[in-house]
Nanobody
Framework: VQLQASGGGLVQAGDSLRLSCAASGRTFSGYLMGWFRQVAGKEREFVAAITWSGGSAYYADSVRGRFTISRDSAKTTMYLQMNSLKPEDTAVYYC?????????????????WGQGTLVTVSS
């Protein structure tokens, strides 16, 4: 399984950014896919998750209404559309896959991880 995250960058508060995660190596039917973020010195934090087959989405309270998780119709790429970005959204963002579709928000429950992509939001 390979997960390749991209799309990070430096933006100003209030701007938008879209992260992508290319998934390959197997079919992900029945998987839960998610985005986490981490700031240096802090634990990895759940951001959003999506059931790969059904497309049901789940969000952390801190991003609900601003971020949207989705996947393409070919089910090979996951996205995180981030709107109304705030300085506190600054972090390294990781995509992850869990081989069981039951929704969890703990990073320890995810089996596969992509490399991180840095998002920096200036005030």
């Amino acid at each position: 399984v390979q997960l390749q995250a991209s799309g990070g960058g430096l933006v100003q508060a209030g701007d938008s950014l879209r992260l992508s995660c290319a998934a390959s190596g197997r079919t992900f039917s029945g998987y839960l896919m998610g985005w986490f973020r981490q700031v240096a010195g802090k634990e990895r934090e759940f951001v959003a998750a999506i059931t790969w087959s059904g497309g049901s989405a789940y969000y952390a309270d801190s991003v609900r209404g601003r971020f949207t998780i989705s996947r393409d119709s070919a089910k090979t790429t996951m996205y995180l559309q981030m709107n109304s970005l705030k300085p506190e959204d600054t972090a390294v963002y990781y995509c992850a896959a869990r081989s069981v579709v039951a929704v969890v928000r703990s990073s320890g429950a995810f089996d596969f991880w992509g490399q991180g992509t840095l998002v920096t939001v200036s005030s």
